[in-house]
C-alpha cells in the first residue's frame, strides 16, 4: 500500500493516555485471573529502545512458536522494524505501570495507510496495526486492551476510517482480543506445501 501525503491536523500529534483500573472480578476463560494493570500509553522515545527490543523479541518467538516455517527470533543486534520517534504517519505506543514510569508493559506499532492509486479501488485511509506485544508475565490483565484502544484513538486523530490487521493462525489470546473489540475477518490467506 501507499504511504499517506496529508499531514495530520496540528495539536494531535499529543501522547494518548489511558488508564486502567478497576479490579478484575470473576474467572477469565483460559486465562489465569489477574488483577487489571493501571497502565499510562504514551508513544515511544529514543530512551525506551531496550524496552521496544525486548518486546519485539517476545513477539518475535511469539509468532515463531506459531507459524516456525515463517518466523524466527532475530539476532538480539538485529535493528527493528519498529523503532521509537516514527513520522506523523507511524507510531509505537508503550504501555508503562503508573506505578513505576520505567516498566513498559506492553507495545502496539500502528500505521496509517492510504489506498494506492488504482481506479478500481475505493480510496480510503485505514491504521493498520503491525503488531502489539504485551510483556510476558502481564497478559491478561487488559493491556492489550488498553493499547488498542490507544492506537486506535491515534488512528481516529488522522481521520482513519478503520483499523486493520493481519492475525496468524492458532493465536488464540489475540484473536479473543481481537474480537471483544469487535473486530472482523476480511480475508483468508490459504497455502499449499509444493511437493
Ligand atoms: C495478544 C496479546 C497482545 C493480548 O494482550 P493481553 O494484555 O494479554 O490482553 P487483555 O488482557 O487486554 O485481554 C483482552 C481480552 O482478550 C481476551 N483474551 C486475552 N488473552 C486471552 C487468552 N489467553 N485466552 C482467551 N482470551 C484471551 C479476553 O477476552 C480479554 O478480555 P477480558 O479481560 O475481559 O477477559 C498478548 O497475549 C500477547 O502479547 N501475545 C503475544 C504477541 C502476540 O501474539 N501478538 C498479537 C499479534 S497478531
Same mark, same amino acid.
Given at each position: ?106 507495545? *502496539?506499532? =500502528?500505521? !496509517? /495507510? ?5 481506479? $478500481?479501488? @475505493?480510496? +480510503?485511509?485505514?491504521?493498520? *496495526?503491525? =503488531?502489539? !506485544? /504485551? ?5 491478561? $490483565?487488559? @493491556?492489550? +486492551? ?17 483499523? @486493520? ?31
Amino acid at each position: 500500500m501507499g504511504k499517506a501525503t496529508a499531514r495530520p491536523r496540528a495539536g494531535i500529534a499529543k501522547a494518548s493516555a489511558a488508564k486502567v483500573g478497576a479490579p478484575k472480578t470473576g474467572a477469565a476463560k483460559t486465562k489465569t485471573a489477574k488483577t487489571r494493570a493501571t497502565v499510562l500509553v504514551r508513544p515511544a522515545r529514543d530512551v525506551d529502545l531496550p524496552a521496544v527490543t525486548r518486546l519485539r523479541h517476545q513477539a518475535e518467538r511469539a509468532h515463531a512458536r506459531l507459524m516456525p516455517d515463517y518466523f524466527r527470533d532475530s539476532p538480539p543486534d538485529a535493528p527493528g522494524a519498529w523503532q521509537p520517534g516514527q513520522g506523523p504517519w507511524s507510531t509505537v505506543l508503550l504501555a508503562e505501570s503508573v506505578h513505576d514510569a520505567r516498566t513498559v508493559l506492553g507495545l *502496539v506499532a =500502528v500505521r !496509517v /495507510v492510504v489506498t494506492p492509486r488504482d481506479p $478500481a479501488m @475505493v480510496p +480510503r485511509r485505514r491504521a493498520h *496495526v503491525e =503488531v502489539i !506485544v /504485551v510483556e510476558e508475565g502481564h497478559r491478561g $490483565a487488559g @493491556v492489550g +486492551r488498553t493499547l488498542m484502544q490507544a492506537a486506535t484513538a491515534w488512528a481516529r486523530e488522522r481521520e482513519a476510517e478503520e483499523m @486493520v490487521l493481519t492475525v496468524w493462525a492458532d493465536n488464540a489470546a489475540a484473536e479473543a482480543l481481537y474480537a471483544t473489540l469487535g473486530y472482523q475477518p476480511i480475508a483468508r490467506i490459504l497455502r499449499r506445501k509444493i511437493d
